[in-house]
T-cell receptor, first 113, second 113 residues
């Protein structure tokens, strides 16, 4: 659809588990992003990667750990999450040159129990 | 802090009518973008308007931008049931390099057949 694929689409994990979210794009984009969408809140930008280097981290707790091994793949490693971390996690990519649109994946619906 | 704020939060109209959504923001921007999100899915880019533009059209969409009032509007003409979704404005304040999009909480649009 948009060219950005996220897996899994749904994830239920306990507070002591470790899991990873995956995002993949083959649009030739240089920048990739993680957003968190909670009910009745604006989308929160979590991390920005440009050419595989992290350029922004918006004060995200260390229980969220991003990884960008190459410009096409982005991961979000999760460990010892809290129930309030339950949300829709969205990955996006863009050309990264400013002034262009972002392409979003379908998101991973995360539930922490 | 939240940059874009949509108004109204929810809107229900009859199919065939026009739908207007507004967005207000706080700081200077390079461009403003509108996105659409179907329930629980990723965001899809609709239209981008640059800070030196006042109006832009794309199919049944018309976007206006008033930088003096720091506001934008999205008009969907001849609405269809398939237009039912949440609509978000996003402000881009990046000067160069990566897009830095800040989203509002969105307008939930329901088209009644």
């Amino acid at each position: 659809e948009t060219g950005v694929t996220q897996t899994p689409r749904h994830l239920v994990m306990g507070m002591t588990n470790k899991k990873s979210l995956k995002c993949e794009q083959h649009l030739g984009h240089n920048a990739m992003y993680w957003y968190k969408q909670s009910a009745k809140k604006p989308l929160e930008l979590m991390f920005v990667y440009s050419l595989e280097e992290r350029v922004e981290n918006n004060s995200v707790p260390s229980r969220f750990s991003p990884e960008c091994p190459n410009s096409s793949h982005l991961f979000l490693h999760l460990h010892t999450l809290q129930p309030e971390d339950s949300a829709l996690y969205l990955c996006a990519s863009s050309h990264g040159q400013g002034g262009t649109e972002a392409f979003f994946g379908q998101g991973t619906r995360l539930t922490v129990v | 802090s939240q940059q874009g704020e949509e108004d109204p939060q929810a809107l229900s109209i009859q199919e065939g009518e026009n739908a207007t959504m507004n967005c207000s923001y706080k700081t200077s921007i390079n461009n403003l973008q509108w996105y659409r999100q179907n329930s629980g899915r990723g965001l899809v880019h609709l239209i981008l308007i640059r800070s030196n533009e006042r109006e832009k059209h794309s199919g049944r969409l018309r976007v206006t931008l008033d930088t003096s009032k720091k506001s934008s509007s999205l008009l969907i003409t001849a609405s269809r049931a398939a237009d039912t979704a949440s609509y978000f404005c996003a402000t881009d304040v990046s000067n160069f390099g990566n897009e830095k999009l800040t989203f509002g909480t969105g307008t939930r649009l329901t088209i009644i057949p």
